[in-house]
Structures are given as structure tokens and as C-alpha cells.
């Protein structure tokens, strides 16, 4: 295909149907790094995660789109049918953290340990190991 733009003659590609990228951050309303939010203790609050991703799973199958899911560490260690429930509609699974720290306010042995937790997290998600099992940091 060619068409004109001014003098010139140019290549055109055929017309293709609208390309669709979605990323979601999968995390509860809870999870904020934001200094000047207040702190909040988590075991008290209500968890609206499961309720939201079946809504926005609901909108992506009925659309027939996928997407990529960055998953808080600490929302698939809390929600253990969540991730296995967005891998089985076809979505990708990416980390997004333990817990939603800012990488420049982390400490390295702390975000060692943080990391090798969430290693744990993601295998657990995938029925490799469980939480209680996983070997702690140089054992």
C-alpha cells in the first residue's frame, strides 16, 4: 500500500485492529508509600483486593484483553488463590515488591530478606513450597 504525503509517494502498512497494553498494580487500598499518608495497621483494616481484581479479571475476559498484574509480595502471601487465579485467565504475573517500599528508603539487608521472601511468596503461588517451608536467607 502507498499513499502521498506532499510530493512524496510513501508505504503505508494495511489497516490492523488497535493494539491493547494494560498493567495493573494489584494492591489493596491500604498500600501507599506516599510520606504523608497516615500509618495504618494493616491487620485491622478491611481487604478489598480479592473483590477488586475479580472485577477488573471480569473486564478483561468480557473485553477478551490481556494484561500484566504487578503483584504486591505481601497481597499474594496474604491472598494465596489470587495470583494462581490471574496466571489461569492468561495474565502475566511481575512483582511489584514486598510491601510497596520505595527502593531508595530500603536498606540492603533488609531488602535481602525481603526479596528472598518474596521469591518464596511466588513460588508458593505456583504450589512449589509453602510459606513455613521456605529456608531463610544464607541456610
Same mark, same amino acid.
Given at each position: 500500500?502507498?499513499?502521498?504525503?506532499?510530493?512524496?509517494?510513501?508505504?503505508?502498512?494495511?489497516?490492523?485492529?488497535? +493494539?491493547? /497494553?494494560?498493567?495493573?498494580?494489584?494492591?489493596?487500598?491500604?498500600?501507599?508509600?506516599? @510520606?504523608?499518608? $497516615?500509618? &495504618?495497621? *494493616?491487620?485491622?483494616?478491611?481487604?478489598?483486593?480479592?473483590?477488586?481484581?475479580?472485577?477488573?479479571?471480569?473486564?478483561? +475476559?468480557? /473485553?477478551?484483553?490481556?494484561?500484566?498484574?504487578?503483584?504486591?509480595?505481601?497481597?499474594? @502471601?496474604?491472598? $494465596?488463590? &489470587?495470583? *494462581?487465579?490471574?496466571?489461569?485467565?492468561?495474565?502475566?504475573?511481575?512483582?511489584?515488591?514486598?510491601?510497596?517500599?520505595?527502593?531508595?528508603?530500603?536498606?540492603?539487608?533488609?531488602?535481602?530478606?525481603?526479596?528472598?521472601?518474596?521469591?518464596?511468596?511466588?513460588?508458593?503461588?505456583?504450589?512449589?513450597?509453602?510459606?513455613?517451608?521456605?529456608?531463610?536467607?544464607?541456610?
Amino acid at each position: 500500500m502507498s499513499s502521498r504525503l506532499g510530493d512524496r509517494e510513501i508505504e503505508t502498512l494495511p489497516p490492523a485492529e488497535a +493494539a491493547f /497494553a494494560a498493567t495493573v498494580d494489584v494492591e489493596d487500598w491500604f498500600h501507599t508509600n506516599y @510520606r504523608s499518608a $497516615p500509618a &495504618l495497621d *494493616p491487620g485491622h483494616l478491611p481487604r478489598r483486593v480479592e473483590a477488586s481484581m475479580d472485577r477488573v479479571l471480569e473486564a478483561f +475476559a468480557s /473485553a477478551g484483553v490481556r494484561g500484566t498484574f504487578f503483584v504486591l509480595g505481601c497481597v499474594a @502471601r496474604d491472598h $494465596p488463590r &489470587l495470583v *494462581p487465579r490471574i496466571a489461569a485467565a492468561g495474565h502475566e504475573i511481575a512483582c511489584h515488591g514486598m510491601t510497596h517500599t520505595l527502593v531508595y528508603e530500603q536498606e540492603p539487608g533488609p531488602s535481602r530478606r525481603a526479596c528472598a521472601r518474596l521469591a518464596c511468596c511466588w513460588r508458593t503461588s505456583r504450589g512449589e513450597g509453602s510459606w513455613a517451608s521456605a529456608p531463610r536467607p544464607g541456610r
